[in-house]
């Protein structure tokens, strides 16, 4: 049996809930899903696109914690507060990840927090 080994980056508070910012298992690193922050760690409200790009950018800080890097990332699971917002959201993931995106499953889902537009969590294959 493999080793499991929980990430935690240190820029990073400790979560509110009970869960690791990411687990690496074998290959591969699961990355728990990541929302808006502003530099506080606080939730950030505000322009979608920008709400977008903090979770992908929290996503990324995740990964390099655990050794892994962006373009390792195969499968994105998405979710979003309303979908009039999936074109946007669309937008901001199309500049991230360019011609050859990861698989992707997108949903809209009620969150626990009403400021929480768009979550995002990944899973790396880092070999």
Sequence with gaps: MGMIERIHPEKFPTPAVPLSHATRAGGFVFVSGQVATDDDGT???GDFEREV???LDNVETVLAAAGARPDQIVKVGAFLSNGILFARFNE???RRFGA?????TT??????????RVEIEAIA???
């Design 53 to 55: 790009d903090s979770a």
């Design 43 to 45: 939730i950030f409200v």
């Design 107 to 116: 949903v809209v889902v009620s969150f626990g927090h009403p400021d929480v």
């Design 100 to 104: 050859a995106p990861p698989a992707r």
């Design 125 to 127: 294959y880092v070999g």
């Design 92 to 94: 901001v993931y199309r």
